[in-house]
């Protein structure tokens, strides 16, 4: 970080990154994702904001798979995380 750039300033630009990483060009996903991040990302400590980035490190066919419901990651931290995210999107608005 250098002189100009304020806390705030990283934080938008660490928010703006996990936004753009989770475009993925699928619509299902988007529409899973991107809700996720824009309405949960502040609320998330620097461990979830890492593991997320570790679930966007995976194939669009296995996200589409988890975040659908469909079957299940094997990574119990991952699913986690994939649970929160669909619960995120069937709340009611």
Known sequence: MND??????AAAAERGRAWWH???????LDLLLLPFVED?????DAADRALYQRLLDNEDSELLVWLTGRGACLDAEIQALVERIRAHHEAPV
């Not at 100009?4 to 300033?9: F, G, K, L, R, V």
């Not at 989770?22 to 299902?28: A, D, K, P």
């Not at 949960?40 to 998330?44: M, N, P, Q, S």
């Open 4 to 9: 100009s750039t304020t806390p705030d300033d």
């Open 40 to 44: 949960c990302w502040e609320r998330l």
């Open 22 to 28: 989770s475009r993925r060009g699928l619509r299902e």
